[in-house]
């Protein structure tokens, strides 16, 4: 059993071209990785001799994803699954292009329309926002911090969020096609697959409790395969103390990963590299700068906790400029060329070129793949 997540589970007597046959439980669903068949016969026999019997399916279509495998790359999108929300919820509008989740003029909007939903309205405010919520924690890192603004007013929307909610459905409708891609080496070749990623705290971003906001992304085989966008337990007074507190999330959640590599044998030999837009904040972890007595006793333990890791190379932190901090994604409404370009960073080699052209029509003139 793996020692970061005690649903996967590694057969290291059963490996194939170096890779260990790996399955992964999740509710009444197991899933199987491996590059021989025989695996998935000996699994089924396993589970028939302790009286259990299961409907084999391919992972293709697993959790409303689709699974493109292909020999040097592979491709999750969620499709089919932003299909079924346009025939459930807009089934016969007309679809213009929307090229943001979310218009960095959202705050107006809500002043717009500040009465509460109620009845069928407050029903599909929260059935289509839980579904969103599922695509962006399954495929879709664009949309995070659109989603993060929404599930924020899940006991109390508004008109105006309703408007924010079918926005953001109609911005999945419109990039559809878009999904994560991973390179990887032919079967039976080997392919370098360090861990990186990037890291933002936008200070007093919640307009209501004056909380930051963290964005975290860990990137393996060049694209995102771990992210974040939470709202921070606590006030900070100051930039440098939000961004130590994304640090924090970062530097936890790069262990696990990292503990989940090494289970399935990929192990992560060099420090995993973060990209941020603190110099402050980077400082402080990467040298004695900054580590007296000031601040509360939480605040110099995330600091103290960051810096340990860094010393310890699990970890390590670069400034780059905030125009190529990708992490931004999930910290504020961002306009469209920024965004843009973040997208493609997350979501990897783009094989979306169909998208990008059927974004200047409306969806209804668009044939829909089967």
């Known amino acids: 059993r793996s020692v970061a ?24 669903n197991i899933f199987a990785f491996t590059n021989n068949k025989d695996d998935i ?24 994803c689709k699974v493109i495998l292909k020999d040097t790359w592979t491709e999750i999108t969620m499709e089919k699954y932003i299909d079924k929300l346009h025939d459930r919820y807009l089934k016969n509008a007309q679809i213009h292009p929307v090229k943001v989740p979310l218009p960095q003029s959202y705050q107006k909007t809500r002043d717009n329309d500040t ?47 309703l408007v924010l909610a079918d926005h953001l459905l109609r911005y999945l409708i419109t990039t559809r096609e878009y999904g994560i891609v991973y390179a990887h080496g032919k079967r039976g070749t080997q392919m370098a697959s360090s861990m990186y990623g990037a890291v933002d705290a936008d200070f ?28 921070q337990a606590a ?12 640090m924090m999330i970062a530097t936890k959640d790069t262990i696990w990963l990292r503990q989940l590599l090494k289970d399935i044998g990929d192990e992560q030999y060099d420090a995993t590299e973060f990209d941020g837009d603190n110099k402050a904040a980077i400082s402080v972890v990467s040298t004695d700068a900054g580590m007296g007595h000031s601040g509360t006793r939480h605040a110099c333990i995330r600091r103290a906790f960051v810096r340990e890791n860094v010393k310890r190379k699990i970890t390590s932190f670069s400034h780059v400029g905030t125009a190529f901090n990708y992490s931004d994604v999930f910290t504020k409404a961002l306009d469209c060329g920024t965004f843009t370009r973040h997208r493609a960073k997350l979501l990897g080699s783009s094989s979306n070129s169909t998208s990008e052209k059927a974004m200047e029509e409306p969806v209804s003139k668009r044939s829909r793949r089967s």
């Open 41 to 64: 016969q000996w699994l089924l026999e396993q589970l028939k001799t302790h009286g259990v019997n299961i409907k084999l399916v391919s992972v293709a279509n697993a959790l409303g």
């Open 204 to 231: 007093g971003g919640d307009n209501e409790s004056r909380r930051s906001i963290s964005g975290v992304a860990h990137l393996y085989r060049g694209a995102a395969v771990h992210w974040s966008c939470k709202l």
């Open 115 to 161: 009465r509460t939903l109620t009845g069928t309205e407050r029903g599909t405010y929260l059935s289509l926002t839980a579904s969103m919520l599922h695509a962006y924690t399954t495929a879709r890192p664009d949309i995070g911090f659109a989603v993060h603004v929404l599930t924020r007013k899940m006991h109390s929307p508004t008109g105006a969020d």
């Open 235 to 246: 006030v900070t007074t100051n930039s440098t103390d939000a961004e130590l507190y994304a």
């Open 5 to 28: 997540d005690p649903c996967v589970y590694i057969f290291s007597h059963r490996v194939t071209d170096n890779i260990p046959f790996v399955i992964w439980m999740w509710v009444d």
